[in-house]
């Protein structure tokens, strides 16, 4: 099916969904894909917006997994805000699964991350470690027993502009520290996130879902299938290779009001997911 299809189809299913939703019971259990990954949504999408905003967005798209972001829910936090946060979340219907990204610049700054998401009770931590902090991240993956994700970043930021540089970086480290495949940004860099993510699979543990117009740096973020990424491929080799983690979408166009673009993109995803069986 052609992508402009793709599109239209996703766009009518995303306005039926919102129709749909005012008139059922809340919360709505996750459409159901038959598939090992699920969808989410990355935090940060929701930088200008509160938690309740959030949770609101996330049930009238029926998305049911968010990584945390620490201006929903400090790193300072007591375990009483972290369980009227995770009551909050169950109201809702969503399930945090993951904290990040966090930039970590000493080892202190990791110690922190560690022990915040033991008390919020994930198993996963997205990062962004300065690289001669990778020795005691690896360390620290030890001692607590979780995956830890290295967000890459695309051509603006020096460290980890790509799924090859984290790679590069962690191949030797603990199986259990590995990449946040940001398939945007990777993009961004020149690089296709359909090989990347068919070469280090085995180091994917997170992946962030955005479309941008270009494979350089003057390339931007725009709704999922507006831009060049190849997601039916991309959907496929996450087939392929048994990705069993969260594809997010991390939206970053017109953060003031994201909404519709929100909406669009996860239809879109969803309708990839539907039109691609093999």
């Known amino acids: 099916m052609k992508k402009k299809s793709v599109l239209l ?49 996330m049930q009238r798209a029926d998305v049911h997994y968010l990584c945390i972001k620490d201006f929903h829910l400090p790193m300072n936090s007591t375990d009483e805000q972290i369980a009227a946060f995770h009551a909050k979340l169950k109201e809702k219907g ?74 590069d970086h962690v191949k030797d480290l603990d199986p259990r520290i590995g990449m946040c495949l940001d398939v945007g940004h990777d993009t961004r860099n020149g690089k296709d996130p359909v090989a990347d993510l068919k070469k280090y699979h085995s180091r994917v543990f997170d992946v962030h879902i955005k479309d941008v117009t270009g494979n350089t740096r003057l390339g931007y973020s725009v709704e999922v299938g507006r831009g060049i990424i190849d997601f ?17 979408l991390e939206h970053e166009r017109n953060m003031d009001n994201p909404f519709m673009g929100i909406a669009e993109s996860i239809g879109y995803f969803r309708g990839v997911i539907r039109t691609t069986k093999e």
Request: aromatic share 12%.
């Open 9 to 57: 189809l996703a766009g009518i299913f995303a306005i039926l969904l919102a129709s749909a939703q005012e008139k059922r019971p809340d919360p709505q259990p996750a459409p159901e894909t038959g598939e090992k990954f699920r969808v989410g949504m990355a935090g940060y999408t929701f930088v200008k917006f509160d938690l309740d905003k959030t949770l609101e967005t």
């Open 94 to 167: 969503v399930t945090g699964y993951a904290v990040g990204p966090i930039y970590m610049k000493s080892e202190a700054d990791i110690d922190r991350a560690f022990d915040y998401a033991k008390r919020v009770g994930v198993k996963l931590i997205v990062g962004v470690p300065n690289y001669e902090l990778l020795p005691y991240v690896d360390k620290k993956v030890k001692e607590y027993g979780f995956n830890y994700a290295i967000h890459l970043h695309g051509p603006d930021i020096k460290t980890y502009p790509d799924a090859d540089d984290v790679w």
């Open 232 to 248: 039916p491929a991309f959907v496929k080799m996450l087939r392929k290779v048994g990705y069993t983690g969260v594809c997010s």
